[in-house]
């Protein structure tokens, strides 16, 4: 008898970032650390960027999911 064990919920909880390499920011084509949705679609941005733009962003942004804390550890190599 084969036991399944059901991964997806450990999977969504260790897994907590969406963005990828793919990702790219929309002003400079960096990779993308934050997702902000707004009513016409979602924008990405480096969080260089991110952070220029959320003053403004923030006023019509729906969600903002900020991944740039990523770099942190991503660049301690
Ligand atoms: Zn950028």
Do not use: N
């Amino acid at each position: 008898m084969t036991q399944y064990t059901d991964t997806t919920g450990a999977a969504e909880a260790e897994a907590p970032y969406e963005l990828t390499a793919l990702d790219r920011c929309d002003a400079c084509g960096a990779q993308a650390y934050i997702r902000v949705t707004v009513a016409s679609g979602e924008l990405l941005f480096c969080a260089h960027h991110g952070r220029k733009h959320q003053e403004k962003l923030a006023e019509i942004a729906q969600s903002w999911h900020d991944e740039s804390s990523r770099l942190l550890v991503d660049t301690r190599d």
